[in-house]
């Protein structure tokens, strides 16, 4: 029998339960953390940016069986603009649970036209295959150790041809094309040429400034 995902917006103990449930080395990945990731600290830490909401942004929980999988991150310092963020837990790793929930926040239709970048650990494979799958495509990167990546959101339907095209087709510069087309349906929208370039500081986690927590 297929178990159903559920999301929904996000609380804060299943967002502490899922921080638990993630490996030391899966929390580094996820926030870029040069040193020990207790799973306590880390919700202690990021939960401001864990929990985000309205109009700051979107926290989206799945779960599965009412146990928490993984958490979707969408945060917007300026209007038009945000930081996207993904975190899933180990046993429930490469399951289609962090498409689900992109697919779940394109299809809210709210963010057509907006620039969405998300930062992750150079190496981080599965990170990027979930990005490059939703249309997302590499920028400039100024920090060593990181990659970025940039995506003008479509809207729905678009989007939809966007991800399969990006899934489906190995060849990279297709797969720009179709990025390409996503950003001129939107005459508002002809690229970011500054992607990647004078963006506010962020810590080697890619959290927004406005959301660390204070020092």
Known sequence: MTTVIEIREADRDP???LVAACSPDSLRRRFMMGGPAEPAEVFRRYQRFLLA???AGV?????????PVGLLNFVSETPGAAEIGVLVADAWQRQ???????RWLWASGRWAGWTVRATVQAGNTGAEALLLG?????????ERGERDFALVVPDWAIMTDV??????DEDAARADGAQRRATGADPRCRGDRHAGRGRPRRSSAGVPAALLPGR
């Open 96 to 102: 289609g649970i962090g498409s689900a929930l992109s």
């Open 53 to 55: 909401g309205p109009p």
């Open 59 to 67: 926290a989206l929980l799945a779960s599965r069986g009412g146990t």
């Open 134 to 142: 939703q249309g997302f495509r590499p920028v400039p990167t100024y």
């Open 163 to 168: 991800m399969k095209e990006a899934a489906d």
């Open 15 to 17: 967002v502490g339960a």
